[in-house]
């Protein structure tokens, strides 16, 4: 069993950078497709970024790009969400996931495994 676990939220003003993190255990970290998806008061979970197998393919959503970076360490078995120039609106539950199939997807019924989420806040 994958156990994925988020770390690194917290509340920021707008314009400050967090930097997430999502430790995994249990399985084989480096043949999974990693993403981040955020869930906000009220709203349906949306995703935000994902990355490939060896990280060398990345896709972000439009309303985060040039601000929040995907990345991945295959050997801390660990994705990373570098949020830079974070808004007010940004604030939601983050999650990451995995993806047994390996492949970088926006789909969130793709994804085979969940964190619990690390909440992040960004005042005005």
């Known amino acids: 069993q994958v156990r994925l676990v988020e770390s690194g939220g917290g509340l920021v003003q707008a314009g400050g950078s967090l930097r997430l993190s999502c430790a995994a255990s249990?399985?084989?970290?480096?043949?999974?497709?990693m993403g981040w998806f955020r869930q906000a008061p009220g709203k349906e979970r949306e995703f935000v970024a994902t990355?490939?197998?060896?990280?060398?393919?990345?896709y972000n959503v439009r309303f985060v790009k040039g601000r929040f970076t995907i990345s991945r360490d295959n050997a801390k078995n660990t994705v990373y969400l570098q949020m830079n120039s974070l808004k007010p609106e940004d604030t939601a539950v983050y999650y990451c996931?995995?993806?047994?199939?390996?492949?970088?997807?926006?789909?969130?019924?793709?994804?085979?495994?969940w964190g619990q989420g690390t909440q992040v806040t960004v005042s005005s």
């Open positions: 996931a995995a993806d047994q199939g390996g492949i970088p997807s926006p789909i969130r019924g793709r994804y085979d495994y």
């Open positions: 990355i490939s197998r060896s990280g060398s393919t990345t």
């Open positions: 249990g399985g084989s970290f480096s043949s999974y497709g």
